[in-house]
Structures are given as C-alpha cells and as structure tokens.
C-alpha cells in the first residue's frame, strides 16, 4: 500500500509533549532539526516508514459536526501542502493539538516529530506527505567496542528503537476536499480509552469505504452473525458454524466480486438465514454510518487479514481440538448414554 523506495526527507521539527491530566508540560523547538549527515536522515527514514508498508486500511480525516475545516489537522496539513515555509509554525500547532487531547492518565509523553515528505507512494501514485509520530517507549542499549587490545561495554538509557515506532500517521497532499488520503500506525496498547484517543481524539479519522474495507467489514459482520447472533434464531452446532465459516472464506478466496444474493444463497442457503444476516449487517451500516455496497471488488488483502482470524477449531473440553477444513457430512455429534457424554465421528480415507 505504502512504499517510500523513492522517499526523502524535506524537513523535521522534534517537540516533547507530556500528559497534561499529569500535570506534564509541553516544550516546543525553536527550529527545525537539523540533520549534519546522510546516516540520520537514513535512519529516520526506516524508523518513520518502514511500519507504513503493511498498511492496508486507507482514513480521512473528518469532523463530527460534518464540517471538515474545523478538523485542526486538516487546517495545519492544508497550511503546509499551500505554503511549506509554515512547517515549523504548524509542527507546533500540532504539537499543542496533541497536547489538548492528551488528557486520559494512561497515555505516555514522548517526542513528538512532525516531518515533510517528498515523493512518498500510496496506491502507486508518489506524493508529498506531512507525517507524524509519536514515541513514547525508551530501551537501554549496549554498546561494545574496542579498547586497549581488548573490548569495553557501554551503554546508552532512555534511547529509541527504530524498528518499533509507537504512533504514527502519514498525510497525503491528495483528496483534500474529502479529508486527504491517511494512513495509520498504532502499536501501543495501554486501555481501550488510552488507545483511541490517537485516531478518534487527536486525528478524527473516518475509514474509506473502498474495495479493502467492504471486503473486511463483510467478513468480519458474517463472522459475528455466525459466532454471536444465529444462535438466537437457529439450534445450531459448533462443526455446523464452522463449515458455514470455511464455506464463507471459500467463497471469497474463490470469486473476484462479490455479490449478495449469489453469496447468500451458496454460502448460507436458509431464506430465513439469509434474511436475519442481511438485517444483522444493515444494523451495523447504520451503527458505524459504513454502508457495504451489493456487489464490490474481493480484495485478496483483506481476505489475507480476516483468514486470519476466522476458526475452524472445534474445541472439545481440555482434551481435543478438532481441525474442520472440509464436507461437514464427515463428521457426526452423538451422545452416549453409558457415559452421559458427547461425541464426534470423524470419518476418512487416509491418516497422514
């Protein structure tokens, strides 16, 4: 999605911004940093970056009174892409936004760097981008070098890992009237509230509905109606939720499109199914204000993503787990009086 192979770095300004529910201060540079060598630039560059290639899900930024303007990142983003001699002067803008929004206890103060991209690719087209990241984890490092015919050991507190970014986001000069292209990266984990105050607090971001998010949004609705809801409506076995799982993913590992009705009537087949799904994702269109169109392209990333976490694993007590990738005929759930227990019959051709 992101790729930065052909990527400089214009300009960057560092500012430390604390925790004001902590009563921690913000403290803003006079200037940008300057970078005496190409190693540094090389570095950040990784460090900044690198996190971005396995993003898949594009945001805008977007304002919950429907006024994008009164989006603060939006407002310093437009001022830097229609006059970049104001990078300095809206990095401090922005470290103050961070600042106002830092409010919730759990979230850590950190370094701040505000940083102007060229040539940075998104979906194939290079542009101009604003990032910024957040670190907020330090790590001790060793050093070992040589000395006096022998080696000595040093070390370095409070020092960042450049292959672990914390919090980032990258801007880009495209889309402007729709809240610019975003991508995100958030790898901190410190409460549900803490964790959301990055994209809903500081960014407001809104996810685009593209092929990505319609082919992600539509597995995981079918995975919760199959796990969560069905069970309402319908007596239903664990091996039985789970073919219908396996017989979902085959369906959009299989297909390029995807299309409602050919997708109900293979993979559920139940008229009464089918409609109790169709109502569970037009609850959750109008819940999240994310319609999911009839008919879309499969996009095979999402499908990478949501396989991920779909199961077929029939769990039985502490003792057994059963694997269902295949006909669900071939397996039978009985009950055994003798024993006042369960059972599965599993039948097959061949023990590998």
């Known amino acids: 999605m992101v790729t930065f192979f052909e990527a400089s770095l214009e300009t960057i300004s560092v500012h430390h911004v604390g925790n004001q529910s902590q009563e921690e201060m913000y403290a803003l540079s006079d200037q940008p940093l300057e970078l005496k060598d190409e190693i540094i630039p090389n570095l950040l560059m990784q460090y900044f970056l690198k996190p971005f290639e396995k993003a898949n899900e594009v945001y805008h930024l977007m304002h919950s009174s429907g006024d994008l303007e009164l989006n603060e990142l939006h407002h310093f983003a437009t001022q830097v892409f229609d006059d970049n001699t104001k990078f300095h002067e809206a990095s401090e803008k922005i470290a103050k936004h961070l600042y106002k929004v830092t409010n919730h206890p759990n979230i850590k103060g950190g370094e701040l760097y505000v940083v102007y991209f060229n040539k940075v690719q998104i979906e194939g087209n290079p542009l101009d981008a604003i990032g910024i990241f957040k670190s907020e984890n330090k790590e001790t490092y060793l050093k070992v070098y040589p000395d006096k015919g022998g080696f000595q050991v040093d070390y370095e507190q409070d020092a960042i890992n450049i292959n672990k970014l914390d919090k980032g986001v990258l801007i880009f000069n495209i889309e402007k009237e729709n809240g610019y292209k975003v991508v995100v990266v958030d790898k901190t ?95 959750y269109e109008e819940e999240f204000d994310s319609p999911i169109a009839d008919n879309f392209i499969i996009s095979e990333n999402a499908v990478k993503k949501q396989a991920r976490v779909y199961k077929s694993v029939l769990k039985l007590d502490k003792n057994f787990h059963i694997y269902i990738h295949g006909d669900k005929e071939l397996i039978e759930k009985g009950f055994d009086d003798g024993r006042a227990m369960n059972y599965y019959k599993v039948y097959f051709k061949e023990e590998a």
């Open 189 to 283: 984990n410190n409460g549900q509230e803490a964790a959301r105050f990055w994209k809903d607090d500081f960014l407001q971001l809104k996810i685009r509905n593209d092929s990505f998010n319609q082919t992600n949004n539509t597995l995981g609705i079918y995975k919760n109606f199959i796990t969560e809801k069905i069970d309402e409506e319908f007596e239903m076995s664990k091996a039985d939720k789970i073919d219908l799982l396996n017989r979902s993913m085959k369906y959009f590992k299989e297909k390029e499109t995807f299309d409602m009705e050919e997708f109900s009537n293979e993979v559920i087949g139940n008229e009464q199914a089918i409609e109790s799904f169709k109502n569970f994702k037009n609850q």
